[in-house]
C-alpha cells in the first residue's frame, strides 16, 4: 500500500498484465522511467500520457511520482521524449537507444520472437 509519506514506494497496482515481456519476467529487466525533481516543473504530461499507469500525481507538491515502474514498456520513451523539462531518464550515462538494444541482445529474445511470429501469423500477416 502507498502511503502519503512514502511517495515513491513502488506498488503493484496493475503489474500483472504487465508481468512479462515477450515471456521475460519484467522485474528481470532493468528498463524505468527516472525523474530528475530538480527539473520536473509539474506539468504531468507524462503521468497523464503513459497508458500504463507508471505514474501519479502529487496534486499537493506539484509533482509526478514513479509508482508502478516495471509496468513501463519495455523501450518506450514516450514520456522522456514529450517531457519539457528533459527530466525523465531511462539510463545514466548511456544512450537510452543502445539500453534498449543492450536488453534485446542480453535476453537472447529473437528465437522467442520468431515463434511468436508463427503463433500471430493470422493477426500479423500482412
Ligand atoms: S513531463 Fe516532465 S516536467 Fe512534466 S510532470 Fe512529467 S517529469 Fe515533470
Ligand atoms: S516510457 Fe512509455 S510506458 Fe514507460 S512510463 Fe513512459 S509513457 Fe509509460
Same mark, same amino acid.
Request: charged share 30%.
Given at each position: ?47 497523464? %500520457? ?9 496534486? $499537493? =507538491? /506539484? &509533482? ?42 542480453? %535476453? ?9 511470429? $508463427? =503463433? /500471430? &501469423? ?5
Amino acid at each position: 500500500m502507498n502511503c502519503s509519506c512514502q511517495p515513491n514506494q513502488p506498488s503493484k497496482e496493475n503489474n500483472a498484465q504487465f508481468a512479462k515481456w515477450h515471456g521475460i519476467d519484467r522485474n528481470a529487466i532493468d528498463w524505468q522511467p527516472k525523474i530528475d525533481e530538480a527539473k520536473c516543473i509539474g506539468c504531468g504530461l507524462c503521468a497523464t %500520457t503513459c497508458g500504463r499507469k507508471v505514474y501519479k500525481y502529487d496534486y $499537493e =507538491n /506539484k &509533482k509526478s511520482k514513479v509508482v508502478n515502474p516495471n509496468n513501463c514498456m519495455v523501450a518506450c520513451q514516450t514520456c522522456a521524449n514529450l517531457c519539457p523539462a528533459g527530466a525523465i531518464t531511462f539510463a545514466e550515462g548511456a544512450d537510452t537507444r543502445e539500453k534498449a538494444q543492450k536488453i534485446v541482445r542480453e %535476453t537472447r529474445i529473437l528465437p522467442a520472437i520468431q515463434k511468436e511470429l $508463427e =503463433n /500471430k &501469423k493470422e493477426e500479423l500477416k500482412f
